[in-house]
């Protein structure tokens, strides 16, 4: 029994189900991985731990408004309209004045590129009337698609004590998104669009420098860190990478990179060793729940220091959470990396100095 228990928990390791070095300080938040057709986890860490969402709540707000288009209950060419609540969003945001109209399209283009507090709004009073019955929806939504340790009070993923999330919900949800409306999939991999005559770009940079990546949305309050679920498809078989609360854009994408190639590089002998589907992998008995990264967040906005300053880090829990195959790919991206952190609203480190008014940003 003894060497049955030790063979089990050496299998578990190389499946990435387990860290892979007890006693290595952490310095991470969260991960997941997964194999979105399968829901067959790659790797996974913290899973059940409570996060903030972020903006990776809007995931959420584009899949009910895609359940109500695919119902008939809504139209791509319907118009959502600014209200006086839209219009008091803080950015990111679209910012066009009260009455303003723009079609259900543009606006989920929008709330997933730009990732538009206002648009989040506006979409929500268009479905649901006002944002509380929105809230109410989103959490019976979540409840139906087992997401267990989810509660949402905002379309838009604003800072909000009660909001809150795993990573192993958030995996749930961008799957079912996935799976559920394919023929929107196209809207996840924008890198970026234009509304008029404005241009807007997405905050996911690994659009552009992950080969394969095709979505799905990138998040940032400074309670959470940097926050992202990244889906790439190569080959015909897509994953999906959930990463939260790194201090900076650079090192999320970085992370996400390297879980993603790891996973496409060990995908099918996991297969082999039998890795657990998202819905049997074992519930954290020690999950812990939600607690601020402010101190960790590289951000002007965060800490009052200059964006790229080197903050504190989180305090060791006794087990790595260094994703295997990280430092494999970090040499490759950090090649990519020279073109610079992400722009615009996450602030991320090695910014240019942003405006006040940018630095107020969230994504």
């Known amino acids: ?47 059940d731990h409570q996060w903030y969402p972020a903006s990776l709540t809007k995931i959420m707000t584009a ?66 009337g006002n944002v509380e019955a929105f809230a109410e929806r ?35 949800l961008s799957r079912a998104a996935l799976k559920d409306f394919p023929e929107h999939h196209d809207m996840w991999t924008l890198a970026e669009v234009r509304v008029g005559n404005i241009r807007l770009r997405s905050h996911n940079r690994l659009l552009k420098s992950y080969p394969g990546a095709d979505g799905i949305k990138t998040g940032f309050i400074c309670d959470s860190g940097f926050n992202v679920v990244a889906s790439a498809n190569r080959d015909g078989r897509r994953l999906v990478a959930v ?39 074992p519930v954290d008995a020690s999950a812990k729940p939600v607690a601020s990264v402010r101190t960790t967040v590289t951000a002007w906005n965060c800490n009052g220091r200059a964006s790229g300053r080197k903050v504190a880090r989180r305090p060791a829990k006794g087990k790595a959470t260094q994703a295997p195959g990280r430092q494999a790919v970090k040499a490759e991206q950090s090649e990519r990396a020279k073109a610079g952190p992400p722009q615009g609203a996450d602030g991320a480190a090695g910014a240019r100095k942003p405006t006040p008014r940018a630095a107020a940003k969230k994504e």
């Open 138 to 172: 989103m959490n019976a939504t979540a409840q139906r698609i087992g997401m267990s340790r989810t509660r949402f009070v905002n379309p838009n993923g604003l800072p909000a004590p009660e909001q809150v999330t795993t990573a192993r919900d958030l995996a749930t």
């Open 1 to 47: 029994m003894i060497l049955r228990s030790r063979v089990s928990a050496a299998l578990a390791v190389l499946a990435g189900l387990l860290p892979i070095a007890a006693g290595v300080p952490a310095v991470a938040g969260p991960v997941l991985l997964l194999e979105a057709d399968t829901g067959r986890v790659l790797y996974a860490e913290d899973a």
């Open 243 to 281: 990463v939260l609360g790194e201090p900076s854009g650079k090192e999320r994408n970085e992370r996400a990179a390297a879980l993603l190639e790891h996973g496409f590089a060990t995908a099918d002998w996991k297969a082999m060793l039998g890795a657990p589907t998202l819905d049997k992998l």
């Open 63 to 128: 899949y009910l408004a895609f359940e109500d288009i695919k119902a008939g209950r809504l139209k791509l060419t319907d118009s959502v309209t600014v209200s006086e609540l839209a219009l008091a969003q803080p950015p990111s945001k679209l910012g066009l004045p009260v009455g303003a109209e723009i079609s259900v399209d543009a606006a989920l283009r929008v709330l997933i590129v730009k990732s538009a507090n206002d648009v989040a709004v506006m979409l929500a009073e268009k479905m649901a």
